[in-house]
């Protein structure tokens, strides 16, 4: 892409996708909005897309055919016990939190085989015991060109503060820094005084009608009864998009917009 001339580059993230329909709206929105905005490179938090817990091959290569590039996860990453042998294959596009511990399966970022680096962390607030996100991060930025292609980070995470200081903490040093976890898109894109582009959720790809993607009825017993029920995802009726395009400029790989995308689909 070009703009006055001046190469830049346009990212597009997306929200969580939650099980069959969010995978069919992926499908039914991407491809045309690629074209409409001319994107250059796709990423997709893809934790919740096999029946809204874990992943697998097949949904992983559904979202790769439509032109996803590389897909994110978090904490429900290893709910799927056949797939966690494929996080370990260079050749499967599919990142997990790299503050795991370091005998995990998979790799925590991409950035030699990809023309952007993608990071993921996991937020320790509210969600579980995981090495410090600060102290991985600037491990993995002290190890990799950081203005030779832009590089954008998911960080999987509860606490909108907590994303918020991992925002700040990383102004100037990378393209962006985007929350993702609670399936609720917000209002605060913005790009830091330093060249970091934020936005403390994506929120997700799901039914708008549900609570965060799951059936109503499933989601709400577990308030009325206190009994962990496994919720399962509503693939039906009007489907939220939810995403964030950023574009890049191309002296210094910071981010010189970040807008976002949201779209609605019957389904």
Known sequence: NRRNGKIIMKILMI????????????????????????????????????????????????????????????????????????LDNPKIPVIRPMNYPMNTPGRGYLYDSSPVGVVNLIGRVWVGEFDSPFSVIDEVLSNIYIDKKPIIVDFHAEATSEKAALGWYL??????????????????????PNGTAFVSDLGMVGAENSILGAEIEGSLNRFLTSRKNRMKPETKGVMNFNSVLITTNDTNNRAISIERIDRKIEI
């Open 15 to 86: 929200g969580d996708v939650v099980g069959r329909g969010g995978r069919n709206t992926i499908k039914n929105i991407l491809p045309d909005l690629i074209n409409e905005y001319q994107i250059d490179f796709v990423t997709l938090q893809g934790e919740n897309m096999a029946s809204g817990f874990g992943l697998t091959l097949e949904t992983v290569m559904e979202m790769l055919e439509v032109g996803v590039d590389v897909i994110t996860s978090g904490n429900h990453v290893w709910d799927k016990n056949d797939f966690i042998h494929h």
């Open 171 to 192: 102004d100037g040093r990378v393209t962006a820094v985007v929350g993702t976890h609670t399936h609720v898109p917000t209002a605060d894109c913005k790009i830091l």
